[in-house]
């Protein structure tokens, strides 16, 4: 079965610089979700998409901004890069998000390391 | 928002023993509750979930419990095997909204 795709899985940039990272939902899910997970540290919502609409914003940085396309792909544009936003950023999709079923697959990460 | 706390930070079995992690939440609204395992530098993987009309639901050796007036819920993993060793998160969500409140995890060590 078809999972969510994340790309690139592993990044390197230096201080100051940017990085766009990518997730491609599974197909028929409308609704994407990004994550930043620290080393040690639970999953933080970031933001999430609903029909190429921002749906929920959470601890995002001003520096990060993340859309979702037309074929529901979305991107996590992030600027300024600093040491701390190393991490693993995860996206997830589902089906929906109104009182419907609400489970979520993770993509397999990216691992962005700020130098 | 939601705040969801979950204990213990680590937990250590021995091979057979039951392993029980407990999260408690804040948001009434929340209304499904997804567990999660995650082994290291992978993504975390839904291994049970349970929704606020249950009080409890089994899968095979998995069971989680949901008290939705005491706002907490809990998984309990019985004849606990060395490849269950891992982190668990559990989370916290309301249907409306999407997005998923993590716990802090427990890091589950099963020794044979």
């Known amino acids: 079965a078809a999972g969510v795709i994340q790309s690139p899985r592993h990044l390197i940039k230096e201080k100051r610089e940017t990085a766009t990272l990518k997730c491609y939902p599974i197909?028929?899910?409308?609704?994407v979700y990004w994550y930043q997970q620290g080393p040690g540290q639970d999953p933080q919502f970031l933001i999430s998409?609903?029909?190429?609409?921002?749906?929920d914003k959470g601890s995002i940085p001003d520096r990060f901004s993340a859309q979702q396309f037309s074929d529901y792909h979305s991107e996590l544009n992030m600027s300024s890069l600093e040491l701390g936003d190393s991490a693993l950023y995860f996206c997830?999709?589902?089906?929906?998000?109104?009182?419907?079923?609400?489970?979520?697959?993770f993509g397999p990460g990216t691992r962005l390391t700020v130098l | 928002g939601e705040n969801v706390e979950q204990h213990p930070s680590t937990l250590s079995v021995q091979e057979g023993d039951s392993a029980v992690i407990k999260c408690t939440y804040s948001d009434s609204a929340s209304n499904y509750f997804p567990w999660y395992k995650q082994e290291l530098g992978k993504r975390p993987q839904l291994i049970i979930d349970?929704?606020?009309?249950?009080g409890e639901k089994k899968d095979q050796r998995i069971a989680v419990t949901l008290n939705k007036t005491a706002k907490h819920f809990s998984l309990h993993i019985t004849e606990t095997q060395p490849e269950d060793s891992a982190v668990y998160f559990c989370a916290a969500n309301n249907t409306n909204a999407g997005k998923s409140t993590f716990g802090d995890g427990t890091t589950l060590t099963v020794k044979p």
């Open positions: 197909p028929r899910h409308d609704t």
């Open positions: 998409f609903y029909e190429k609409m921002q749906s």
């Open positions: 349970i929704r606020s009309n249950v």
């Open positions: 997830a999709s589902s089906q929906g998000t109104s009182g419907s079923f609400n489970e979520q697959f």
